[in-house]
């Protein structure tokens, strides 16, 4: 298994208390490299020569809510949403910025604990999937949502995680 390209993270704790940061910002380097690598090689996904950056920003449900309100107009928190810094389709040219993940502790540390799944595992699983928004991926549409989804969970079983779907529908 190659590298693969590299990828800049910036990682900011705004809001929720989320622990050790050093120890969130190796999970995402970890899920990011995996994610990269997988777009570079199994999905052609090209990748500019300079390093491309992501945005991980850390919150609180409540500063989730503010964000979901404004953006989504669905003033309520949300595990995870993405800002891509330019619009893409999967498979094309990403610029330097790729946009922002935003993590909500709240609503993740919940959801772990109905999955029966450890808060690091959803974490990871969270930021490929907000990757993969960056990258023009989408589940509005039943058949993106499969693509979507079987990328994701190639990519968590790379590194040893779970399929995040099982035996679900796509969503």
Same mark, same amino acid.
């Given at each position: 298994m190659t590298?693969?390209?590299?990828?800049?993270?910036?990682?900011? +704790?705004?809001?929720?208390?989320?622990?050790?940061?050093g120890a969130i910002?190796?999970?995402? %380097? !970890?899920?990011?490299?995996?994610? +990269?690598r997988d777009l570079s090689e199994r /999905?052609?996904?090209?990748?500019?020569?300079? /390093?491309p950056e992501v945005s991980l920003v850390l919150a609180d449900d409540a500063m989730m809510a503010d964000i979901n309100g404004q953006w989504r107009n669905q003033p309520k928190p949300t595990n +995870?949403?993405?800002?891509?810094?330019?619009?893409? &389709?999967? *498979? *094309?040219?990403? *610029?330097?910025?790729?946009?922002?993940?935003i993590l909500a502790r709240g609503t993740i540390e919940r959801e772990a604990q %109905?999955?029966? @799944?450890? +808060?690091? %595992?959803? &974490?990871t699983h969270l930021i490929v999937h907000g990757f993969l928004h960056l990258f023009g991926y989408d589940h509005i549409e039943n058949n993106d949502a499969e @693509?979507?989804?079987?990328? %994701? !969970?190639?990519?968590?079983?790379?590194? *040893?995680?779970?399929?995040?779907?099982?035996?679900?529908?796509?969503?």
């Amino acid at each position: 298994m190659t590298s693969g390209p590299a990828i800049s993270l910036a990682l900011a +704790v705004e809001a929720g208390d989320w622990g050790d940061a050093g120890a969130i910002e190796a999970l995402a %380097e !970890t899920a990011l490299a995996a994610a +990269v690598r997988d777009l570079s090689e199994r /999905e052609g996904q090209p990748f500019p020569d300079i /390093e491309p950056e992501v945005s991980l920003v850390l919150a609180d449900d409540a500063m989730m809510a503010d964000i979901n309100g404004q953006w989504r107009n669905q003033p309520k928190p949300t595990n +995870v949403l993405s800002f891509p810094a330019f619009p893409l &389709v999967p *498979g *094309g040219q990403p *610029g330097p910025m790729l946009g922002d993940i935003i993590l909500a502790r709240g609503t993740i540390e919940r959801e772990a604990q %109905e999955l029966d @799944k450890p +808060v690091e %595992e959803h &974490v990871t699983h969270l930021i490929v999937h907000g990757f993969l928004h960056l990258f023009g991926y989408d589940h509005i549409e039943n058949n993106d949502a499969e @693509k979507m989804e079987a990328i %994701e !969970t190639r990519i968590l079983t790379s590194l *040893g995680l779970s399929d995040p779907y099982g035996d679900t529908e796509p969503v």
